[in-house]
């Protein structure tokens, strides 16, 4: 859709479909008017067998909505996918603020042409500021399969998401749903939305989920941002991409956050597989990885660290951050330690992507999970900040680790996507045949034993391609 209309001619802005029993597709989306006042918009697909709906019709007497009273005129965008109350009406939340505030206003609707807002709020957090992106969905507790967005009942939570425009970072927390209050209350008020758990903590933005009910699948889709400089945009011609699609489900060994995972689709760009088993690493080691082509992959790792070390490592009492620590480059008693991706020979522009240990009062081992974007490139007007945070890892565990690679990004995924870090980064030495890829152990009092699945990956060439694997 292009912003050809008063009521979207400064911009065509997120919005979200919903099919219809009758099969039927109608999507609400934000626009912001001649007046740069956010409202939203109802569209039809023009053909409705087209598999990949380019073309939308919409609506004539639009907008829809406008912003209710007390809500300022920039302040409300980005509706969800409507889900069906036990009363056969259609509800969905549009995200807003008040003051410092962010919250969910819930509107019903039969026709999607006229509307109910509600009283009250499904939920709101004091000093998260404006929530736009704005997802809420099911989850199974006890199935492997993802839920249609009208699914409510026993073995169900619920999913609140919202894209901080203050941070610009998505957040979610897990909590029940109740259709007759509308209202929805998490499990744990520590980590409620915006104060608690992310689905990414790198550069990873304004994502939004939807039911595949083919595959029975919850996919979550994002935006993953340009952090160079504007006028470097300008040069290449493009900027900002879609992220891999992912998988969403419960974790039930934690029962307390998401698993993230890329779709099984992209499995079938896989090439050259190159295995490396139980490859043994002494503090201090950096050990290449011949794999040939280093910047389109599919790694898989599992490490284990020697149970002496782990066993006379006395405890640290160690703060330690991703962000604020020494990246790759620092050096603990049990970390860092883990895979440079897109790295050239000389070491002079790498990517590393680690895990790191501290051992607390009793012996209790926390584990983080770190993307340092510090040396990443050679470049001065690109971020070299260092991301990630802790990955909860449960007795017994390897720690594992999957790693995406395509030229300038990189997607891990952590103990089977409990935590998840998207880079965006910008070689100019590591590139093309130039990028490689290397084991490494920096801890002081650890060695850590390493194996290895590493694929090249095919070019997804086509749309139509990529959709084909989709469905």
């Known amino acids: 859709m292009v912003t050809d209309q008063w009521y979207d001619v400064n911009g065509v802005w997120t ?77 969905f939340v549009i995200g807003s603020k008040l003051n410092k505030t962010g919250i969910s206003l819930v509107y019903d609707t039969v026709d999607f042409k006229n509307f109910t807002l509600l009283d009250g709020l499904l939920h709101a957090v004091h000093g998260t500021g404006m929530w736009e992106c704005v997802d809420f969905y099911p989850i199974s507790k006890v199935g492997e399969n993802g839920l249609d967005t009208s699914i409510n009942g026993l073995g169900v939570k619920h999913v609140m998401k919202a894209s901080l425009d203050d941070d610009r970072n998505d957040y979610y927390a897990l909590g029940t749903y109740d259709p007759v209050s509308t209202t929805w209350v998490p499990d744990n008020p520590k980590m409620d939305v915006g104060i608690g758990l992310r689905y990414d903590y790198g550069i990873y933005y304004a994502s939004k989920t939807f039911y595949d009910s083919n595959k029975k699948r919850r996919v979550l889709w994002s935006w993953i941002k340009e952090t160079d400089s504007e006028l470097s945009d300008i040069k290449k011609g493009w900027a ?30 896989r090439s050259n597989k190159t295995v490396f088993e139980n490859l043994e690493v002494n503090g201090g080691a950096v050990v290449p990885l011949e794999i040939g082509l280093g910047s389109q992959l599919d790694i898989t790792a599992e490490f284990e660290v020697d149970k002496k070390s782990l066993e006379s490592v006395q405890e640290s009492n160690e703060v ?7 990246g790759a480059a620092g050096r603990g008693a049990l970390g860092p330690f883990g895979l440079l991706i897109l790295a050239d020979e000389q070491l002079l522009e790498q990517t590393p992507i680690y895990f790191y240990i501290v051992k607390g009062s009793g012996g209790d081992l926390k584990t983080f999970f770190c993307a340092d974007h510090s040396r990443s490139s050679e470049a001065t007007d690109v971020d070299k900040e260092i991301y990630g945070s802790i990955v909860p890892v449960l007795r017994g565990e390897k720690l594992t680790v999957r790693i995406l690679v395509d030229h300038s990004i990189v997607e891990s995924f952590s103990q089977g996507g409990r935590t998840c870090i998207t880079s965006r980064v910008y070689p100019t030495k590591a590139i093309y045949n130039n990028a490689k890829v290397f084991l490494f152990n920096n801890a002081t009092e650890a060695k850590i034993t390493a194996s290895l699945n590493i694929w090249q990956m095919n070019t997804a060439q086509r749309h139509s391609h990529f959709t084909e694997l989709m469905m």
């Open 15 to 91: 919005g979200s479909a919903t099919i219809l029993p009758d099969g039927q597709i109608v999507m609400l989306y934000t626009g912001s008017t001649n007046e740069s006042v956010q409202v939203q918009n109802l569209a039809y697909p023009a053909d409705p067998s087209d598999p990949l709906l380019i073309e939308w019709i919409k609506y004539p007497n639009n907008p829809v909505l406008v912003p209710p009273p007390g809500i300022d005129f920039k302040d409300f965008r980005d509706p969800t996918t409507a889900w069906l109350t036990p009363e056969g009406m259609w509800r």
């Open 320 to 326: 330690y951050d991703c962000k604020n620590s020494m």
């Open 240 to 269: 900002s991409v879609q992220g891999i699609p992912r998988t969403i489900l419960f974790d039930h060994k934690t029962g307390s956050n998401l698993l993230q995972w890329p779709v099984e689709e992209v499995n079938k760009l």
